[in-house]
């Protein structure tokens, strides 16, 4: 297992459409999904629950929200429901992190949310740690209720977003990261 802090020196966002399979196999999705929930969990509610597409999955996924996206815009062309159909298909493995933060007599819905945030890098750093490359995304589809409801969530859930799981066919670049000094006080 790679060194954690070179791990994280090294991680980096890329793009799903410079994305190649293989993707995690079934064991090694199951050791990304478990490392991803471990993290911090006030009152132990799992507020937050995983969906994984892969293979057709992926098509079926990207049908629901090219209809979305189709029914809001009769105009849309057929070159941007092509768009819409392949969202979740540029990288072998995607996996939607789900929000189920709710009221609670004893934790707040905020420490519920933050905990789908951790859930969601958990993600991203164990695929990494596995030798994957992963994007966290969130684009229009993941703010609509009707694309939420064609992919299987109740009313009260959100996604946090989409981790996007594969092999780089690129070299990854850096970006430029925030300066510490404008951003860390010391009281």
């Known amino acids: 297992m790679p060194d954690a802090v070179a791990l994280l020196r090294r991680r980096r966002s890329v793009p799903p459409l410079t994305m190649t399979g293989p993707g995690p196999t079934a064991a090694e999705m199951d050791t990304i999904l478990s490392l991803a929930a471990r993290v911090p969990d006030h009152g132990k509610l799992a507020p937050w629950r995983f969906i994984v597409f892969e293979g057709e999955g992926r098509d079926r996924a990207g049908e629901a929200i090219a209809a979305v996206h189709a029914g809001r815009d009769p105009a849309a062309t057929p070159d941007r429901l092509a768009l819409e159909r392949r969202r979740l298909t540029h990288a072998p493995a995607v996996v939607a992190v789900v ?87 010391r009281f």
């Open 99 to 185: 929000s189920r933060a709710a009221p609670h007599a004893k934790i707040p819905e905020w420490e519920q949310v933050m905990s789908a945030g951790a859930v969601s890098m958990n993600l991203v750093v164990a695929a990494n740690a596995l030798g994957f490359v992963t994007a966290w995304l969130t684009e229009w589809y993941s703010y609509d209720a009707e694309v939420a409801a064609a992919l299987g969530l109740t009313p009260q859930e959100r996604f946090a977003g989409f981790v996007h799981i594969g092999r780089p066919t690129v070299a990854v670049e850096d970006r430029v990261r925030p300066v510490l000094a404008e951003l860390v006080t």
